[in-house]
């Protein structure tokens, strides 16, 4: 998982300051987590992600804001509380989700909106 800041967000995801329309830059489904580091249940949604990451290698990138250190990011998608979830599809508008999610939600959450089924493990 990659801590994005604001140039890495104008450059990987979208430039707000270029674009007024969504337009996303990836060429991979990503989820930004948008955290601090002195939110608990940040530190508890940590893991999970780690997880996901992994699972998803190569089908879906996971980054993250931190909050304090680029508040504009967190207003531009009107982040009120923390943990949040951006979820965003290669074609389509975002959509974002609030608090701890478990990881089988985020593999709902990725069938549905990403189109993209748990990968198969090879032994």
């Keep these: ?4 800041t604001v140039e890495d967000f104008k450059t990987k995801i979208y430039d707000f300051e270029t674009s007024k329309e969504w337009l996303y830059k990836g060429a ?4 930004i987590d948008f ?7 940040c ?5 999970i992600l780690e997880r996901v990451s992994e699972t998803y290698k190569g089908e879906v ?3 993250k804001i931190d909050t304090e250190a680029t508040p504009e990011l967190a207003a531009l998608f009107g982040v009120r509380g923390i943990p949040s979830l951006l979820f965003i599809p ?7 989700s609030s608090g701890v999610i478990p990881e089988e939600s985020f593999e709902k959450a ?4 990403f189109q993209i089924s748990k990968p198969i493990k090879s032994s």
């Design 1 to 4: 998982m990659t801590v994005l």
């Design 28 to 31: 991979r489904p990503a989820i």
């Design 35 to 41: 955290y601090a580091d002195w939110c608990g249940p």
């Design 43 to 47: 530190r508890m949604l940590g893991p």
């Design 90 to 96: 290669t074609q389509g508008e975002p959509a974002m």
């Design 110 to 113: 990725i069938k549905e909106l």
């Design 61 to 63: 990138d996971i980054f």
